[in-house]
């Protein structure tokens, strides 16, 4: 035997195990990671369920209860040519339903009274709140312009002939609704028409009212 070969090196020792432990490592990983996979999905499935249901921003629900006359002072004034003066004050019994899960912030509610086209009256509500998923009454007392209802040249016909008047309200009540990370601003328009009975000093309940909703 040559000197070469008797001063070579051995080849170091192989460990018979390590390539199952390199195969048991390697699916520990993958269990790992769809162990993450399926909690990530599971969690991106419930967010959107509840984005979807819970957490759905819903439109309120503006109702017009009733309008009530709480003034009505007429005067006819026949000569030299027949006048009518009406000042009178209308109460609007109105209630906002709040189905979402968070409150519905209002902002300032602009209620306008048209008689025959023409504007004789508006008002305006402050600031308010509506809890989640309840119920909030809202009173509004408008006062009518007697200078802007006297000028209408149908006035007289309708209070010393018809005997009634048809007046039309328009609400419009605007807020924002705020859950988690979404905010959605709301704006609900009203509109009713109503017939003021001059004799009876009231108006009738039939009234007819419209509700839209922008969300």
Do not use: W
């Not at 490592?25 to 990671?33: A, F």
């Not at 000569?79 to 899960?101: E, G």
């Not at 600031?127 to 007697?146: E, H, Q, W």
């Amino acid at each position: 035997m040559s000197d070469t070969d008797q001063e070579r090196p051995l080849a170091p020792a192989r460990d018979i195990n390590e390539p199952a432990h390199k195969s048991k490592r390697h699916q520990r990983r993958i269990k790992l990671c769809l162990c993450i996979t399926v909690i990530f999905l599971l969690l991106v499935i419930v967010i959107l369920i509840l984005a979807f249901t819970v957490f759905k921003v819903k439109e309120p629900k503006v109702t017009t209860n009733g309008i009530t006359l709480k003034n009505l002072d007429l005067t006819l004034d026949p000569t030299p040519i027949p006048r009518v003066n009406l000042n009178m004050s209308m109460l609007i019994d109105m209630s906002i339903k709040n189905p979402n899960a968070a409150s519905f912030k209002l902002g300032n509610t602009t209620t306008i009274i048209y008689y025959r086209g023409a504007t004789v009256a508006e008002a305006r509500t402050p600031p308010g709140l509506v809890k989640a998923r309840r119920t909030s009454g809202m009173n509004v007392t408008v006062d009518i312009m007697a200078d802007r209802l006297a000028s209408s040249p149908d006035l007289v016909a309708d209070v010393m002939v018809r005997g009634k008047k048809i007046m039309d309200t328009y609400s419009v009540i605007s807020g924002r609704v705020k859950i988690l990370f979404v905010k959605k601003h709301v704006e609900v328009r009203m509109n009713c028409t109503v017939t003021v009975d001059i004799s009876s000093r009231a108006i009738y309940q039939d009234m007819s009212c419209k509700r839209k909703v922008k969300l």
